[in-house]
DNA sequence: AAATATTTTTAGGTTTGCCTAAAAATTAAT
DNA sequence: ATTAATTTTTAGGCAAACCTAAAAATATTT
């Protein structure tokens, strides 16, 4: 149906448009996909005569309905395969992400549904990023707050329940972002605090009111 | 390392080498792959340039042992990716071949070899074809006799131990050729004898002599 | 041995996807 | 508001694989 190149584009199109509300330009679409821009506008004409994206000459692109649909796809099978490969055949999960760039590109529906059942349908791939079920939703970053992660487990920070600016500019005080592991040391009994290692060793102290505030996934 | 396009030609050239003793023909490898004998030649030239093949004009061509090697080794993959698909996704074993034939174009020796080992080595996949080993070596085409085939079962025929001008034409004149398979119905205690039904429903007798010397793999 | 048929190769094109270099449009800095 | 810097597009090419049609070589008949 569509071509490896294809839902390579479409693939870094729906991620720069998720980071970048305005949509995907030019440049980062090449940089992200290591091509010339000259490639890359040569090809958008190509998805937007597809009406996978809608294109205008200067105005960078967003996907339409049907390219979201591809692209998430892709990005379902992707996920799957890695977590095939860590969950069965015992690959660690820094050498998963090459070899599943290229087993994402193989069509066929069934295949994917039917590894999809087999793997238990699973909700996040091996470095934690959510995998799209069949029609192509997306699970809750995550329903499970740090308030629930015991001592000795380690959380990976997935979003956040209060969304207000405060929060988040003390969040990036912290230098707590997404994505950021956090092992859980001790949960003080008295005010519900938690004692919290990040990934880069610095150790911190969170209130009750943070860490219910804090999305996480278990690593 | 090497591209889809190129395995496809040496796994058809393994094929047709298997059966024609003299080497490939260009016609024979254009229908094989579905391609025009002009688009073959061209890429025969390749092919020889790169020392997969020994290509002379006019001539036909043979693998070399890198080409051997090459198209042994996807062979192996396309065989293992059908075993998963059955064994472990449940497709039925009409449904995977086309599957197999994009699967066995990643690249990951790695890869092939976990696969293996999650599949516990099997030695024949869904079709009973034969899968080589890690270092391209085929399996004895069976140890196994149809006389360790139990009534209710169903057996393939792989192979013959006796190879005897006199016990093939004989097998000839029962109509039973490599593949078929034979569903065995009753063993006389009496004498080792066996009573089977072939594909085509015609029913045999056959006394241990033949067939402690068939090859078989069990469906 | 010639004539005919078949196979294979050559010659010239197409499509997909990528490239460099130059031109045009947009954005940022005086 | 100009000028300068950056981004994006256009123009012109290249390589991999494919194609059709015609020419050359080989194989088969007469
Ligand atoms: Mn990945
Ligand atoms: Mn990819
Ligand atoms: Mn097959
Ligand atoms: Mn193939």
């Given at each position: 149906m569509y071509s490896f190149t294809e839902e390579n584009y479409l693939k870094a199109i729906l991620h720069l448009c998720d980071a970048n509300e305005k949509g995907a330009s030019t440049n980062a679409i090449a940089q992200k996909l290591d091509a010339k821009a000259a490639s890359v506008t040569e090809m958008l004409k190509k998805l937007s005569d597809k009406k996978l994206l809608n294109y205008k000459k200067y105005q960078g692109v967003k996907l339409t309905e049907t390219g979201k649909k591809v692209a998430i796809a892709t990005v379902r099978k992707h996920r799957l395969w890695e977590v095939f490969l860590v969950?069965?055949?015992?690959?660690?999960w820094e050498e998963v992400h090459e070899i599943a760039e290229q087993l994402?590109?193989?069509?066929?529906t069934k295949l994917t549904d039917k590894l999809d059942a087999f793997l238990a349908y699973?909700?996040?791939?091996?470095?934690g990023d959510p995998i799209p079920n069949k029609a192509g939703i997306f699970p809750?970053?995550?329903?499970?707050?740090?308030?629930e992660i015991e001592p000795h487990e380690i959380a990976i920070l997935r979003g956040?329940?209060?969304?207000s600016a405060e929060f988040l500019k003390y969040l990036k005080k912290l230098e707590l972002g997404l994505g950021e592991e956090l092992k859980v040391l001790e949960k003080e009994a008295y005010d519900h605090s938690m004692q919290v290692q990040l990934g880069n060793k610095k150790i911190l102290n969170l209130s009750q009111q943070v860490s219910s505030n804090l999305f996480v996934t278990k690593k």
């Open positions: 969950n069965k055949l015992e690959f660690g994402e590109h193989i069509q066929s699973p909700k996040y791939d091996p470095h809750n970053r995550s329903d499970q707050t740090l308030t956040v329940k209060d969304t």
